[in-house]
């Protein structure tokens, strides 16, 4: 990596870790606003697909060739098999039967949060992915944490132990970013494009699975969450043409 990209890394980084922060301690201190949450969910839905079909599988095609089915199924799957078996999107509704696992929500928030971590890593040494997955990101880090901190209180932990998870969770996307510095910055084109492909594959499972239902719930809000989903599927189109 070029200093220019350790400079970019660590920024975007930073902001991640304090958008986390951010949208675990509002829970805190405001009512729980669902409404608010489901539009972040949608917009953030519409992002990861844009972030996916429009710049990161383009980029990995040129790299890889006709590998990129490969890792983009692999991603794909590496998530939807760990959610069978740990639940990495709370439900933040008390009407929900899964409600009463916190401690399982962190883990597997925590463990998504380390690949997107990587996927962050590696989209810095592509040149103009960076920016446009670190939207990907954070776009979709606000609501999680948002919902692991209402989760973590409707349980009734105390706030220092909530404290201590926000913590950790919200450093795990420095870690993952992290571990490709330490071990991938001296790697191939052909890992680059490959890592690439995979991470589009978490985006496609976390945007098709965990998010977009949420655009398609509560038929009494559903149409300003398809404005929502289409703001921020727009949003990455846009970014293309200024690249």
């Avoid at 692999?74 to 008390?94: D, V, W, Y």
């Avoid at 409600?99 to 592509?126: D, N, Q």
């Avoid at 992915?129 to 979709?140: P, Y």
């Avoid at 890592?195 to 699975?209: N, Y």
């Amino acid at each position: 990596m070029s200093n220019h990209q350790i400079f970019e890394l660590i920024i975007y980084s930073g902001s991640i870790v304090l958008t986390a922060w951010i949208g675990g301690v509002i829970p805190l201190f405001f009512k729980e606003n669902l409404r608010m949450l489901h539009w972040f969910i949608s917009l953030g839905a519409g992002v990861l697909l844009g972030a996916s079909f429009l710049h990161m599988i383009p980029e990995a095609a040129e790299m890889i060739g006709a590998q990129l089915g490969v890792y983009v199924l692999a991603g794909f799957l590496m998530l939807f098999i760990s959610e069978k078996f740990i639940m990495t999107h709370p439900c933040p509704s008390e009407h929900c039967e899964y409600h009463h696992v916190g401690l399982s929500a962190f883990f597997g928030l925590s463990l998504h949060s380390l690949v997107t971590g990587i996927a962050l890593g590696t989209s810095v040494m592509v040149p103009e992915l960076g920016l446009i997955v670190f939207l990907a990101i954070i776009l979709h880090k606000l609501p999680a944490s948002l919902s692991l901190t209402s989760l973590f209180l409707k349980e009734g932990y105390p706030n220092k132990k909530l404290f201590f998870y926000l913590t950790t969770f919200s450093l795990m996307v420095p870690i993952g970013a992290l571990i490709t510095f330490l071990f991938l910055q001296h790697t191939s084109i052909k890992t680059i494009g490959a890592l690439t492909a995979f991470s589009a594959g978490t985006f496609l499972h976390v945007a098709s699975d965990d998010l977009l239902p949420e655009v398609h719930q509560h038929s009494h809000d559903r149409y300003s969450r398809l404005i929502a989903f289409f703001i921020g599927l727009c949003s990455i189109w846009i970014v293309t043409f200024l690249e």
